[in-house]
């Protein structure tokens, strides 16, 4: 599908930009109707890593939606970009932004209590 992707180049061309859009749109679909036969639901566990010097900080939740995990930070940073919050430029990472101990706060009323928390250091 990639291939495919690259070929059509849909940031140049508005229908083929718009056919991978139907055409994912179906797969989501066919993929959470799938997903929901089976059992599964939209819960969503994920584990965020950062090194700083020495330390390496990790932090795991579970979310109650996982299409809300995987918006949910780049909403915050968009938000504390537009209220000057963020004053840095250049190529970074949500987390060259975020504290990996603010992730708590920033999820809270998106994710589940899930009890594995941690950090360790390497040396």
């Not at 020495?54 to 780049?74: H, I, K, W």
């Not at 209220?83 to 060259?96: F, S």
Request: with cysteine.
């Amino acid at each position: 599908l990639l291939d495919v992707v690259r070929m059509v180049q849909p940031q140049r061309r508005d229908w083929a930009y718009r056919a991978i859009h139907a055409l994912m749109r179906r797969i989501n679909v066919r993929d959470t109707e799938s997903a929901i036969v089976a059992g599964i639901g939209p819960e969503a566990l994920l584990m965020v890593s950062s090194l700083q010097g020495d330390r390496l900080e990790s932090r795991t939740m579970m979310f109650v939606d996982g299409a809300a995990a995987t918006a949910c930070l780049p909403v915050y940073l968009a938000h504390q970009y537009l209220t000057g919050k963020i004053e840095q430029t250049g190529l970074l990472t949500p987390l060259d932004l975020v504290a990996p101990e603010l992730l708590d706060e920033i999820t809270s009323d998106i994710r589940r209590n899930f009890p594995f928390n941690s950090s360790s250091s390497l040396t």
